[in-house]
């Protein structure tokens, strides 16, 4: 088992290196930006099973868990440790969150919020890179420091290198020793590990397993973050493993490389060029095509929709995609989930019946 740092370790150790601490929320911003002012982004998925009553003054009921668990938790908790906060425009509960803090609830510490745009169209590189010059020129502002050219690409150029070790452990995935749950842990501590960090963590990965996990069943998941994570224990006892996955917290954010030289530009390529995603407003034949390529590459017989309850932008392309993927003989299977809840049993049923019929 890899031996994975906490995240209360990593943010002390970060602070006691002067770096200040950002509290990010869900999900497309530019990394490296921050990490360019020596600031440590941590991110906010939640967390689950938390006292909501703070988050549910302040939202309406149907607002996704995700938001409702991430205001409380920032504001019961994380505000005393984090010097800001950003709020990328996921979605439009994520937006109506950083008009809440920016608006009404205005915390002691600055609050951005990030608007990426919402397709994919020639003059969407020029949008995403003016809105990245933004967000440089508030934290210009807020730190009193101006990083040059020079640094900014290394800092593309680190985060580059990082999602290419990533790719890689995807795709040894089969021969990867390590569990389900350990294999999201590790894939997981992006959210909150330095880049150079989580690098020497994913270089210790062992690469053969000394139970093949041919004796599994592949299975894929799709959705927004796997939580709660003992889905995927429960997974690997029922005699199948995550092969791949397609969740906006994950492979979503793997973007790989920017061509041009002008890093903003890059920064701005590297979010357009990822894989597709339904809070990028991704088409539905790129949707398709991508998670098709997951199947072919894993040679998986199922996909697991595992959505957050009330995340609208995720469930309004799951018609169209378990459609799709019945026509090519793939088995689905779609399950809600609460972050302030554990696993249903009957969601754990579904999931075991659907493992149970493939071959």
């Not at 890179?129 to 508030?138: D, N, P, T």
């Not at 040679?299 to 995720?314: L, P, Q, R, W």
Request: proline letters at 6%; glycine letters at 4%; one cysteine or more.
């Amino acid at each position: 088992m890899i031996e994975i740092p906490k995240r209360s370790e990593v943010i002390k150790k970060q602070k006691d290196e002067g770096k200040l601490i950002a509290a990010v929320f869900p999900i497309h911003y530019p990394k490296e930006l921050l990490r360019a002012f020596n600031i440590h982004p941590v991110e906010v998925w939640g967390p689950p099973l938390v006292d909501t009553k703070t988050g549910n003054a302040h939202l309406q009921p149907y607002i996704c868990s995700i938001v409702k668990c991430g205001l409380s938790f920032l504001l019961d908790e994380a505000i005393g440790t984090v010097d800001m906060v950003l709020v990328p425009h996921g979605c439009d509960s994520l937006q109506g969150l950083g008009s809440l803090l920016l608006d009404f609830i205005k915390p002691e510490k600055p609050v951005m919020v990030f608007y990426p745009p919402r397709e994919k169209r020639s003059c969407d590189v020029g949008f995403l890179e003016k809105e990245i010059k933004r967000l440089y020129h508030q934290l210009c502002q807020l730190t009193g420091y101006s990083p040059d050219e020079e640094r900014l690409l290394k800092e593309i150029e680190k985060e580059e290198a990082l999602e290419e070790s990533l790719l890689k452990l995807y795709e040894n995935r089969k021969e990867v020793t390590l569990s389900s749950l350990e294999f999201y842990r590790l894939i997981r501590a992006r959210e909150y590990l330095d880049a150079d960090t989580l690098m020497n963590l994913l270089k210790s990965v062992p690469q053969k397993k000394q139970t093949p996990l041919t004796n599994s069943k592949p299975v894929i998941l799709s959705g927004i973050v796997p939580e709660p994570m003992d889905i995927l224990e429960k997974i690997d006892e029922m005699g199948a493993y995550v092969a791949a996955d397609d969740f906006a917290s994950c492979r979503r954010r793997v973007y790989g490389k920017g061509e041009s030289r002008n890093p903003f530009t890059r920064m701005a390529e590297r979010i357009l060029n990822g894989p597709p995603d339904s809070t990028k407003g991704s088409s539905f034949d790129e949707r398709i095509a991508f998670i098709e390529s997951l199947i072919r590459r894993c040679s998986a017989k199922a996909v697991i929709f595992h959505n957050i309850k009330f995340c609208e932008t995720e469930e309004f392309y799951h018609p169209i995609l378990k459609r799709a993927l019945k026509e090519m003989g793939v088995k689905t299977v779609e399950v809600e989930v609460d972050l302030n809840e554990r696993m249903p049993q009957q969601a754990l049923t579904r999931i075991n019946a659907l493992i149970e019929s493939i071959e």
